[in-house]
């Protein structure tokens, strides 16, 4: 493949999908109706995956004080939850170990807040040599600027901005593809 493709296209075989901090006590800081849409674009590629046979890796930062993911995102926790205090899921050397698990070396990157967690994550994932999609109808932050902000940074710094929708047809790459149903199904579900 050619070093365009070998970026900004995902290839199955190659990519874990990531899920940052979408914790209860975290979700009412956020606006309700984008925080709404992130929990379903999440449940939507979190099908996805598991249609597809892909791994997920979930996080929560300081689940004493932030609590658990939402119970609407349990599948994400089923294969990995990673417990961390270091905003950079990349800081706790137990996510290292599960991601290195799983292969992968393109990152499917969602969750909140997306200048913080979500942002110094990807960074660090890009430092180590991760080709990093960030799903930007799948991440979001309290404030607007800051969401703004972490998407320009992290095409800036050489991540792939990328939806929900192109994320999973790009895994799948074609009709002929055993997963395909699954994915178009999702793709009808999805909200704008």
């Known amino acids: 493949m050619g070093a365009i493709k070998d ?17 209860d006590r ?14 379903h674009h999440v449940e939507l590629l979190l099908e996805g995956f598991d249609a597809l046979g892909l791994p997920v890796i979930a996080t929560e930062q300081y689940s004493r004080g932030l609590g658990a993911t939402v119970s609407q995102l349990d599948a994400a926790a089923r294969q990995f939850r990673i417990e961390k205090t270091s905003f950079s899921c990349c800081g ?12 992968a070396k393109q990152i499917l990157l969602v969750g909140m807040e997306a200048h913080v967690c979500v942002y110094q994550t990807l960074l660090d994932l890009l430092d180590r040599g991760y080709v990093v999609h960030l ?3 799948a991440i979001c932050s309290r404030f607007k600027s800051d969401f703004e902000t972490a998407v320009c940074s992290a095409a800036a710094a050489g991540a792939v901005i990328t939806s929900t929708e192109a994320a999973l047809f790009q895994l799948v790459g074609g009709a002929t593809h055993p997963g395909f149903k699954a994915v178009s199904q999702l793709s009808k579900r999805r909200t704008p």
Request: proline fraction near 4%; include cysteine; aromatic fraction near 4%.
């Open 7 to 23: 970026k900004f296209g995902l290839q199955a075989q190659q990519t874990a999908l990531v899920v940052v901090d979408v914790q």
């Open 26 to 39: 975290l979700v009412p800081a956020m606006n309700e109706r984008v925080c709404a849409q992130l929990i």
């Open 92 to 103: 706790e050397p137990d996510f290292l170990a599960a991601l290195e698990k799983t292969g």
């Open 135 to 137: 799903v930007r109808d």
